[in-house]
């Protein structure tokens, strides 16, 4: 076993949550999509060296665990995502080091959390070695861990999260960050249901299968959404912007991935004066991302909560990056 260093006690690297404006689904079938970072909640990983011998060892503080890496199953991400680093880095020796993790981010609910552990997971990784690793670089390697965890992914988790920057996205390009040209106001309401995205993206695979025809339209209604809303949000359109999360929301229903919970979410928040309101990331639980305009923000809020929401955080997208 190799030691580390002790004169330098610690590295951390950290990632936010996401969500996505619109598109999801019909992006894993090669449509565009508009994802935003969520800093508000955060995904955080520590690397701390060990005594000589003890290898490596992972701890998820938010999963109650402490396991070594080399009894690790091939199917745990955390420890898919430090032996891609690992190799990816050319370490030969597993170093004696305990890698600790910690999420604000709810798990299973749409906001990211798998691929914002793993991206701080690289970056502490990366830079217990004294490397830096670009964005492109940083979600390729993420990308091994969210295959494991979704089957198919489009990609686009782990580029706004390792990017922390508006995207447009359309699988096999680069992804393109745009700026909005004004201030959007969003609620992002937990149904309190979670729902992993391997789950909802295997179904619409099936149904895709089997109905090849109404699901490519499906996707096409949805990819032309997504085109007139990065349009609006370069315009500063809120009011535009919510009626084509209201369009994308019935294109979703209609493909099966909405649920009982975020119905009542989205309902309540349209009925409370809400721009548009629409599931974000899997569906079926997870979170309803709400836009409103901010003085009906708390109106909102409250009707959200009153309908069963179980948490309401709130996010800004400005022209200027906003902490
Ligand atoms: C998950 O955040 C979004 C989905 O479109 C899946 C994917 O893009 O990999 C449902």
Known sequence: M??????????????PGKIILLGEHAVVYGRPAIAVPITRVRAVAHVVPLAAGKGTWIEARDLKRRYALREAPADDPLAHTVRTV???????QEPDAEIVVHSTIPMASGLGSGAAVATAIVRALAACFGRQLPPDEVSALVYETEKL??????GIDNTVVAHERPIWFRRGEPPQPFTPGGCFHFLIADTGVPSPTRATVTDVRAAWQAD???????FDRIA???EQARQALEHGDSHQVGALMDENQDVLRRLGVSSPEIERLVRAAK???????????GGRG?????????????????AL??????????????????P
Not at 2 to 15: D, F, K, N, Q
Not at 86 to 92: C, I, P, T
């Open 271 to 281: 009925e409370a004066g809400a721009l548009g309101a629409k599931l974000s990331g």
């Open 212 to 218: 090849p025809a109404r699901y490519e339209a499906l």
């Open 86 to 92: 690992w190799r990816a880095l050319g370490v030969e």
């Open 305 to 322: 909560q009153t309908a069963g929401a179980v948490r309401c955080v709130e996010t800004v997208l400005a022209p200027e990056e906003k």
């Open 286 to 302: 997870g979170n309803v991302i709400v836009l409103v305009e901010p003085d009906r923000h708390l109106v909102v809020r409250s």
């Open 224 to 226: 032309g959404l997504v």
């Open 149 to 154: 965890l979704h089957g198919t992914p489009s």
């Open 2 to 15: 190799a030691a580390l260093a002790p004169s330098v006690p610690l590295w951390t690297g950290s990632a």
